[in-house]
């Protein structure tokens, strides 16, 4: 309730009571004179209206204690009580100025913004739904909003809309009330008219932080989350820091491909709200959306027992299982997910996947089916089925599922891949090469089809098309030792012996470095492992095994560093962090270079 709002209460009650001790008729003032009275009421209302509540606090307790029998006073104090944000004790007031004049709407009014305040729509309702019937009394904009946000929260949003709208119709620019009336419509489905309600409500007041939030919410779920990012970034700019916003924040940036900034964002907000079971949900999808499902794994496993029948969170859960490896487990959440009703293609697909991934092809493909009896034309589904076939090594039938999925969708480049492959293994080098073609055309990023291109070239007599596809799949893949033993090899078949020498040397080089990067994994594993054991001394030698592996993991040293604190070295822990420092930030200056 605004300050203005407030003191129109209190100088309501004070015309009641001015007007009840004018006819004399203030009853049982028997601890105070009338006069005394009205000064105390008197007071108390300056005292409200200069912003003192202690003051009017006391007046007012003190007239209601000594005076309890004059209605307005009552009001007054449950209205300073309701500033004060002792809501309870305020339903309380207006209760006993209710039960004194049954006729004072006022204290019906402010009573049923207590409600609200307390979180009991239903008991709002009931007590704004018997001001209502009274003719003669008009809600204000503020209460008209009241009333409204308390039918919505009972499920009555028919019912919520016609309020707002009858205030409306007596204050046309609120934007408050525009700003609810779009949320409302906007729970009713009628996106095109509520996004109308929230641009009028933004025309005439272009900061009210919550009809940018509700754009922007309107906007996302209506697949428009680039736009959705600006008006929750308004929102936020304008005050609005609450968990729901950064939330909603959060998921409209990884729609829109900025998955890095999604987690900063969600990693905050959690961090201020840190049982927010949405922000972890949130935070599990970006994380996922970036390749690190591994960090997505215990956020979804806490939602999912927040949640345990959400089957979009058992869906992504299981996902997020299956690409750190571990299908067993995926299963087991699936078969939860089906228990729960999950009865989609998408279900039925992972499903098939967790099943790939343990080698069993008879159940993927009994999934793969049966999620496209619910799905005919799911073109992923056709492929995932047309792989599992040719790991079954039944050929024709993968061949007709493949061929199948690439006249669904003919942009999809992995169709054209894996019956490149197929060729290739049949060894028509040529079928291979055109499908191969195909694929890096729909994928030009595609390092693997580029060298398993220059591959089917090469045995297929094209030594020049071969060196091309080989050196195009070396710049995607410069780590990659068989691409440059593949290019040594045609070199020596033309008779080069220099450039085949360099490609063979470059190679062996590529292949030691390999080496040394499992090396220092391992070892560095195992130093941790020892760590965490307490072990340190045994812990040190392993990690500085893998420093000198591999000198360029900045994992490496701030395990070191952390070893050597807990040595009690702190110059050696300064000096591995500092080397950490130094190789995070060239590895960002080389990220923010391409």
């Known amino acids: 309730m605004t300050q203005r709002s407030r003191g129109a209460v209190i100088a309501l009650a004070l015309a009641a009571a001015a007007g009840m001790t004018a006819s004399g008729q203030a009853p049982h003032t028997s601890a105070l004179n009338t006069r005394e009275a009205t000064r105390l009421f008197q007071a108390g209302s300056e005292a409200f209206r200069s912003g003192n509540l202690n003051e009017a606090h006391l007046a007012f307790a003190r007239l209601v204690r000594e005076a309890p029998g004059i209605a307005p006073a009552h009001t007054a104090f449950g209205t300073v009580l309701l500033a004060e944000g002792e809501f309870r004790k305020a339903v309380s007031q207006f209760q006993e100025a209710l039960r004194l004049d049954p006729n004072d709407t006022r204290a019906a009014v402010s009573m049923g913004v207590a409600y609200i305040r307390l979180g009991e729509s239903a008991n709002a309702v009931q007590t704004f739904d018997a001001v209502r019937e009274r003719s003669d009394f008009a809600l204000t904009s503020n209460e008209a909003f009241s009333y409204a946000s308390a039918l919505a929260a009972t499920g009555k949003v028919s019912t919520a809309q016609s309020v707002v709208e009858q205030a409306l119709l007596r204050d046309a620019e609120n934007a408050t009330l525009r700003d609810a009336l779009g949320a409302l419509l906007a729970q009713q489905g009628r996106y095109g008219d509520a996004e109308r309600a929230f641009e009028r409500a933004l025309e005439a007041d272009p900061k009210l932080a919550s009809a940018h939030r509700h754009l922007g919410s309107l906007l996302l779920a209506t697949n428009r989350p680039q736009s959705a990012v600006t008006e929750l970034q308004s929102a936020q700019f304008l005050g609005d820091s609450s968990a729901a916003t950064s939330i909603e924040l959060g998921r409209a940036l990884a729609a829109s491909g900025r998955d890095a900034e999604a987690v900063a964002l969600l990693r905050k907000a959690l961090a201020a709200s840190p049982d927010a079971v949405d922000a972890k949900y949130e935070l599990a999808l970006a994380l996922q959306n970036t390749g690190d499902s591994a960090s997505s794994l215990p956020l979804f496993a806490a939602v999912a027992q927040s949640r345990p029948n959400d089957t979009h969170v058992l869906t992504n859960y299981g996902l997020a299982l299956v690409q750190t490896g571990d299908a067993r487990e995926a299963l087991r959440v699936y078969q939860h997910a089906l228990a729960a009703g999950d009865r989609t293609a998408t279900l039925r697909e992972n499903i098939g996947a967790a099943y790939i991934q343990q080698n069993d092809i008879d159940h993927a493909i009994e999934q793969f089916r049966a999620g496209l009896s619910l799905e005919p034309q799911n073109v992923q589904l056709h492929y995932n089925l047309g792989l599992a076939y040719k790991l079954k090594d039944d050929i024709p039938a993968a061949v007709e599922e493949l061929k199948h999925a690439a006249e669904l969708d003919p942009q999809l480049p992995d169709p054209a891949y894996t019956l490149g492959v197929i060729e290739m293994q049949r060894g028509s080098f040529s079928e291979a090469a055109a499908l191969l073609k195909k694929a890096v055309s729909l994928q030009p990023a595609n390092g693997d089809a580029w060298a398993l291109l220059g591959s089917v070239q090469k045995q297929g007599g094209d030594a020049s098309a071969a060196e091309a596809s080989l050196r195009r799949a ?30 063979r040397k470059l190679a062996a080089q590529l292949s030691r470095e390999a080496a040394n990067r499992q090396k220092a994994q391992f070892n560095l594993k195992s130093g941790r492992t020892l760590l965490a054991q307490g072990h340190v001394a045994e812990a040190i030698a392993q990690l500085q095994t893998a420093q000198i592996a591999d000198p360029s993991l900045a994992e490496i040293h701030m395990a070191l560093a952390e070893a050597y604190t807990r040595a009690g070295r702190r110059s050696d822990a300064a000096e591995e962090q500092r080397k950490a420092a130094a190789l995070k930030a060239t590895s960002n200056t080389s990220l923010s270079a391409r």
């Open 474 to 503: 070396i710049e995607l893949q410069p780590d990659q030792p068989s691409l440059h033993i593949t290019l040594a090899a045609i070199y020596a078949e033309r008779g080069d012996k220099d450039s085949a020498a360099s490609e």
